[in-house]
C-alpha cells in the first residue's frame, strides 16, 4: 500500500532500490555509487527476504512431515501454485527461499515455478496499480503473457523436462518413515521439539544457501545498473536497445512493485512506449536470484533457459505495445 502511494509522488532513482539506508550523492564515484546500490539493495530487501526465509523453512519442514500429494495433472499443480503465490505478495527475488523449500520439501516443479512468478504479478495491490498508473492497454498486454506464461509455458517446460528423465519406477511415499506406533507414543512435547530441530535445521540450511545468494545478487546488480547507460538507450527505439534493456531488466532483482512504479514515472518522463513496456514485464517477473536457485538446485538448462524466454517474451511486449501507439 505504500508503494502504492508512491506512484505519482517520488522519482524512481534506480532500478533495483526503494528504500535509502546510503545517500548517494551526484557526485560519487563509480565505486561509492556501486556500494551505495549494494548497501541500499540490501537493506530494501530486508523484511520480504526474512519472510521467504521464514516461509520457505516451515514449508520445507511441513512437506517432510507431511508430504504434498499435488498428483500429476501439471495444469492443476500450476493452479496450485498460483492460488498460494497471488496473494503471498513477496517478490520473485523474496519468494526464491519459498520456492527453495517447496523443492526441498519435494514438491513439484510447476509448483514451485508458479508460485515464483504469481507472487510478484498477480497480487491485487499490484494489479490494480498498473491498471491505475498506466493506460489500460498495457495492463492487457501485461497480464495476456503473465496468462500465457503461467497457464500455458511454465506446464509445457515441466513436461519437456520430465520427458527428457528417466522414468522411475512407481514408488509409495509413507507420511512417516518409522512405525506408527512409536510416532504415536510420542509426547506432545516430544513431538514439538522435534519438529522445532526440524524447523531450526530447514532454516539454518536455507540461510546458508540464499543469503550468498542474496550477497552475490546484489553485488552484480549494484555494477550493473551503473554501467547500462540506460538515459542514451532511451533516446531512440531499436531492436539492439530493446534487447539490451530486456537482457538488463530480466537480470535485475527488483523488489515488488517497483517494475510498476519505474514504468510509470518512465511513461509520466517521455520515455518511448516499448521501453516502457519492456520495463513493466521484465524487471519484476525473473531476476538473477531465481536465476542462481535454478541453477544450482533444479537445472541449469532451465535456469538459463527462462532467461532467454523472459528477454523474449520482453521484447513481445515491446512490439505489441507499439501496435498501439
Request: proline content about 5%; some cysteine; aromatic content about 12%.
Amino acid at each position: 500500500m505504500h508503494k502504492a502511494h508512491d506512484i505519482g509522488h517520488i522519482a524512481v532513482t534506480s532500478f533495483i532500490w526503494n528504500s535509502e539506508l546510503v545517500v548517494i550523492p551526484a557526485t560519487a564515484s563509480f565505486l561509492e555509487k556501486v556500494w551505495g546500490n549494494f548497501a541500499n539493495w540490501l537493506w530494501t530487501m530486508k523484511i520480504g527476504m526474512s519472510f521467504g526465509l521464514v516461509m520457505g523453512a516451515l514449508l520445507h519442514t511441513v512437506f517432510k512431515f507431511y508430504p504434498p500429494t499435488f498428483g500429476k495433472n501439471l495444469y492443476l499443480n500450476t493452479l496450485k501454485g498460483i492460488i498460494v503465490g497471488a496473494p503471498a505478495g513477496v517478490c520473485v527475488n523474496c519468494a526464491v527461499p519459498i520456492a527453495c523449500g517447496i523443492n526441498r520439501g519435494k514438491a513439484n516443479l510447476e509448483s514451485a515455478l508458479s508460485f515464483m512468478f504469481s507472487s510478484p504479478t498477480l497480487n491485487v495491490i499490484v494489479i490494480s496499480i498498473v491498471f491505475s498508473a498506466l493506460p489500460i492497454k498495457y495492463g492487457i498486454i501485461q497480464y495476456g503473457l503473465i496468462a500465457l506464461l503461467l497457464l500455458g509455458l511454465v506446464p509445457l517446460i515441466v513436461y519437456v523436462m520430465n520427458k527428457s528423465k528417466v522414468e522411475e519406477d512407481n514408488l509409495e511415499v509413507s507420511a512417516c518413515a518409522i512405525p506408527l506406533d512409536q510416532e504415536c507414543n510420542k509426547t506432545l512435547l516430544q513431538a514439538v521439539t522435534e519438529v522445532m530441530k526440524e524447523y531450526g535445521k530447514n532454516l539454518w540450511s536455507l540461510i546458508k544457501a540464499a543469503v550468498p545468494m542474496m550477497i552475490l545478487a546484489a553485488a552484480i546488480s549494484a555494477v550493473v545498473v551503473e554501467i547500462v547507460p540506460f538515459q542514451a538507450i532511451f533516446s531512440e527505439v531499436t531492436f539492439s536497445g530493446l534487447l539490451l534493456t530486456a537482457l538488463v531488466s530480466v537480470f535485475l532483482p527488483v523488489p515488488i512493485a517497483l517494475d510498476v512504479i519505474a514504468a510509470h514515472y518512465m511513461y509520466t518522463q517521455g520515455v518511448p512506449a516499448p521501453y516502457v513496456m519492456v520495463l513493466l514485464f521484465t524487471l519484476g517477473t525473473y531476476s538473477i536470484l531465481p536465476m542462481i536457485f535454478l541453477w544450482q538446485e533444479v537445472s541449469k538448462k532451465l535456469s538459463i533457459g527462462l532467461y532467454a524466454m523472459f528477454v523474449i517474451l520482453g521484447l513481445i511486449a515491446a512490439y505489441a505495445i507499439s501496435l498501439f501507439v
